[in-house]
C-alpha cells in the first residue's frame, strides 16, 4: 500500500507563491509517474502537472510557465512550486503516484485571494 502526504497548501495572495511537498511511503523513482491534479467542488478533477520515471515532465496549459513539478529522490518527494497564483488556482490539490496501480493523497487546500 503506497501512502502519499500532501502538505505546503495555505492561504496566498493573487501572484504570490506556495510550495506543496508530496512524500511517498517509497523511492519515488520505483513509481511510473507521479504527479498532481487539483479539483473544486462540484467539479472534475483535472490535471495539473506529472513527472515520470526518467524526469520527463508535463504540464497543462492553465500552469504552463508558472508551475513547477520536481522530486527529491534522497527525501522520496515530489514537489510542486507555484509561482505567479491566480483566484482560479484555487482548489484542492492532489498528488498521485502510479505503480501498478493508482494511489492517491488526501489533498491539500490552496486559496488564492484577489
Known amino acids: 500500500q503506497v501512502q502519499l502526504v500532501e502538505s505546503g497548501g495555505g492561504l496566498v495572495q493573487a501572484g504570490g507563491s506556495l510550495r506543496l511537498s508530496c512524500a511517498a511511503s517509497?523511492?519515488?523513482?520505483?513509481?511510473?509517474?507521479m504527479g498532481w491534479y487539483r479539483q473544486v467542488p462540484g467539479k472534475q478533477r483535472e490535471l495539473v502537472a506529472g513527472i515520470s520515471s526518467d524526469g520527463t515532465t508535463t504540464y497543462e496549459d492553465y500552469v504552463k510557465g508558472r508551475f513547477t513539478i520536481s522530486r527529491d529522490s534522497t527525501k522520496n518527494t515530489v514537489y510542486l512550486q507555484m509561482n505567479s497564483l491566480k483566484p482560479e488556482d484555487t482548489a484542492i490539490y492532489y498528488c498521485y503516484a502510479v505503480r501498478l496501480a493508482w494511489s492517491w493523497g488526501q489533498g491539500t487546500q490552496v486559496t488564492v485571494s484577489s
Open positions: 517509497g523511492n519515488v523513482f520505483s513509481f511510473g509517474h
